[in-house]
């Protein structure tokens, strides 16, 4: 079986014990990963990867990513979320709406984020929650993302809600704590549900505490949505296979230097390439048998 299943993650798990639930529902050995982690606090868009649909799972991370969250405004936590260790910030002054939207708009762009203390982000080769465990003080290097817009859709001291759309590796616990900081009141993330990964929405999310009579898996073909595509024939299709790169006619030469989606005659995935200086050239190549279940 070979596809992706999107489940909308409940609170209170790890993404990791989401997919040990997933396991349950296929053959033992079946391939299974999950992209993105999403912290225990937060609800939504999980992207499983089953069987060869596992290669893909970095194109899925790449992927954009909308976010719908409470921010506690007057408040600090060692987490950046509800369930760390909470502090409220005596004399906290309430902002305006319009401060709100000033500072908010300071984070909009191609910004350096200084990622939580407690998250899995590896220093030094361990992650940093289990750092943070130990009594020791994880000090996360800021690293540049990309937040394309951020929508306030409610506001009610001390609680302002906002949707986010964002690109990879964005935590919306940093923008809450950088928020708050630039308020002068402190910010944390009081409840985070992830609405969308990429072209997979909540909406589509299979709840992991009910078992499926039968599990559908969406085509590996989704995770290209908007790249390019490359057809190749029969005997193209074989050599590429053999890590061969593939010289094509001018009539089928794809733009160089971009990513492709390669497909053979009957329009069935085959793997993804890069074509330059006029050779196509396999990254991610299926064998024959890694067709969608």
Known sequence: MNGLLVIDKP???TS???????????PRKTKIGHTGTLDPLATGVL????????????YVQAMGK?????????????????????????NAPVPTRAQIDAALAGFIGNVEQVPPAVSALKI????????????LEPKPS????????????GFAWPYLDVEVDCGKGT???????????ALGCGGLVQTLRRTRVGPFRAEQGVNVDAVPARVTLLPMMDVLTGMKQVRLNADEVARLRCGQFISLPADRVPPEGEELAILGDQAELVGIGVFERGLLKPQVVFAAGDRPA
């Open 47 to 58: 992207v499983v990867c089953i069987g060869a649909a596992t290669r893909l799972a970095d």
């Open 142 to 153: 800021a690293r540049a993302v990309s937040i394309y817009a951020i929508r306030v859709t």
């Open 171 to 181: 935590y919306i616990r940093s923008i809450a704590r950088d928020l708050g900081a």
């Open 66 to 90: 909308s976010y719908s969250a409470r921010v506690r405004l007057g408040a600090t936590s060692n987490s950046d979320d509800a369930d760390g260790e909470v502090t409220e910030t005596p």
């Open 16 to 26: 990791r014990d989401a997919v040990n639930r997933v396991q349950r529902w296929f």
């Open 11 to 13: 609170g209170g798990m």
């Open 124 to 135: 030094d080769g361990v992650r940093a929650h289990k750092l943070e465990r130990k009594g």
